[in-house]
């Protein structure tokens, strides 16, 4: 039964907050932003709210800055989604060119950059998630993606593969940044929200902010519940974020960041081809009887402190997690823990011989340890427990990366990362299970360099050839793999590769496009494959895989001034194009086979219409001309498919918004992921998500 008791009393504690703080004097532009019917986040640039703090940045100058990284990278200004049901990444990401996103329920989903995580059926692998530059993975570098609140978003950051750099991450995906907004570039002081719609979906949010002399303070609340399009899929999410800041004088600000996160989500399953296509609302049998879940609380807290200088500015970041998981699937998880980290960062704009000289330098230490424990699965309960664990995992890292204008528009940027990675397992025994007493550990060490060129002929156009290394360690998820009902500690290699890319970004008159090409050589590849729908996907090294694409979005105004001369209004086309071309190469027992988990070809298109008084309507097209392989022996493809969908709204002069999302028009039946196997002929078949059927939902937002 929904609580809706529990959102009338969160609800009323926030209107109390509201409306018993003094509000400060701050205008709403009359004017809607036309940006809020963008087709092509990742390339819009908006204007700035507001002047800058050491700790908080403007929307305008995040994505100047982001623009200075000689490689491929991403933006999403929040405000290009506010007006949808944005409750996945997906919402966020989808418009973001080289990021694969499929949801498969609630909040769970697929994401891959350039073939991370291709073949991991659950949560984040090969990508560092950052909140506000912290990162939110555990310290093995698994992690998920439930505390990321859309609705608590300025914007979103993407450092595709070795451009994550900047951060310290040198992983084959690269780095996410979501940044949360301060009272400095809140949209208004006070923000509330209320959407719901199909399959049960009732959704709040409120936020509130204010500046106060040297001390600033947000905090944003939000509660989703959802019984889902399949059944044994209700969600209840429950998501807090909030910070303050305090300016010590102009150039020093320190800003703790504080977040409590609640998600209890049921679990449908995986089904086979036929009733994912047939009968895609059906749960999977051992989902209902083992009353699967994924039930976590999580806690984060957060410090960044910012000293400006003249030459640059010093960060110190600290922060400490706490998370507890229950979560009965093949047997009952049971698992609590902290990861806890310090991270120094220099950013320097420095004359080198009269030259431009723009110097980054970093280090990171990252722990945690988590107790593991697994119990047998009676109907979601504990049973007997057949492991007691210890995971504790250590990260050294120091990096450093400079770029050097020796030609007014010309930059050579070069760069390197060392890191030290620690990961050791204890199994304490004591077991009917297993008494034996066991303890190992596994030790990875790198030095991944980066080397390329910037040509900027002028501020609004960019071209960029680089070349990176990068290293996944293998996490826990990979390590501990389970054999006849016994989970034990397989060693494995980190996966490390070479990636090639060239690319231009830019805008002329009516025109912005973000196109790039990249290609990556693999060593050791961490691969899975799902051998029962109740056991955990095995992992394994490949022994050399070639990843290439090309990431494209381009976005092109069709008709300025379309009723009347002057008018501002605007019909504009968007469109995405992703080509994942990943396969084996040479391979003893798969050839040069394509790699399963991800289709060759996604392509997205918008064709938008705004006007200046806040009205916009957009219609969107999802086309998947051919599935992905389910296999890596390739005897089994998913079909392709065709999706559409429908956006309005409006937004008023009082800050009053509405807005209706229609998706799936069609109600097409399709798979969206795919738990890979070995070879599809000899496997089980139960394997596939389906995706969701029609839907629509509407909201409203007051900003005041």
Known sequence: MFP??????????????????????????????????????????????????PTSRSTGTLKRDLDSTVGSVGFVDADS?????????RDVLKDVPGVFVENRYGQELRLSIRGSGIARAYHTRGLEILQDGVPTNLADGSGDYYQIDPLALQAVEVYKGGNGLAYGASTLGGAIDF???????????????????????????AQVSRVIGPLDFLATFSMNHADGYRNHETGQYEQFNANVGYRFSPTVETRFYVGAYVVDQLLPGTLSLSDALNNPTKAAPNAVSGDQARNTRTERIANRTTVRLDSGELQFDTWAIHKSLYHPIFQALDQDGWTYGFAPRYTGHL????????????????????????????????????????????????????????????????GVKALHSVREYIDHGG??????????????????????????????????????RSQDVPDFTDLM??????????????QHAWTLEIGSRGTRDRLSWDVTAYRSQVRDQLLQYTTNPDIPASTFN??????????????????????????????????????????????????????AGVPLNVLRATLGYARPNGFHVAATVDWVPSGAWADDANTLRVPGYTLLGLQAGIDFRNGLSLFVDARNLTNKRYVADISTVANARTASPAIFYPGEGRSVFAGMRYAF
Not at 26 to 35: F, H, V
Not at 557 to 568: E, F, I, K, M
């Open 179 to 205: 940044i949360t907004p301060t009272a400095y570039t809140a949209d208004a002081p006070n923000v509330v929200r209320v959407e719901g719609g199909s399959d049960g979906t009732v959704r709040t949010s």
């Open 4 to 53: 809706l008791s529990r959102i009338a009393i969160a609800l009323s504690g926030v209107f109390a907050v509201l409306f018993a703080t003094t509000s400060y004097a701050q205008s709403i532009d009359a004017t809607a932003d036309l940006s809020s019917a963008s087709t092509l986040p990742a390339i819009t640039i908006n204007g700035a709210r507001t002047t800058d703090s």
């Open 351 to 414: 004359n080198a011989g009269g030259m431009r000289d723009d110097l980054i330098v970093g280090a990171r230490f990252f722990g945690g340890r988590t107790q593991a424990n697994q119990y047998v699965n009676v109907n979601g309960d504990k049973g007997a427990q057949t492991l007691d664990s210890t995971q504790t995992a250590f990260n050294y890292d120091a990096y450093v990366e400079n770029r050097l204008f020796f030609l007014p528009t010309v930059a050579l940027m070069t």
């Open 481 to 494: 793999q389970t054999f006849a009902g016994t989970t034990r500690f397989t060693p494995l290699a980190p």
């Open 81 to 89: 989604y506010r007006n949808t049901y944005a409750f996945t990444l």
């Open 542 to 595: 490949a022994n050399r895989t070639v990843l290439q694409g090309i990431e494209a979005g381009a976005s092109f105004d069709l008709l300025r001034n379309v009723t009347a001369p002057g008018a501002g209004d605007r019909i504009t086309l968007s469109g995405l194009w992703n080509l994942s071309d990943f396969r084996f190469k040479d391979d003893p027992q798969y050839g040069n086979n394509r790699i």
């Open 431 to 468: 077991l009917a299970t297993d008494p034996t007493y066991k303890s190992t550990n596994a030790s990875y060490s790198g030095l991944n360099p980066k080397l390329g060129l910037l040509w900027q002929p002028d501020r609004d156009t960019q071209a960029y050839v680089d070349i990176t």
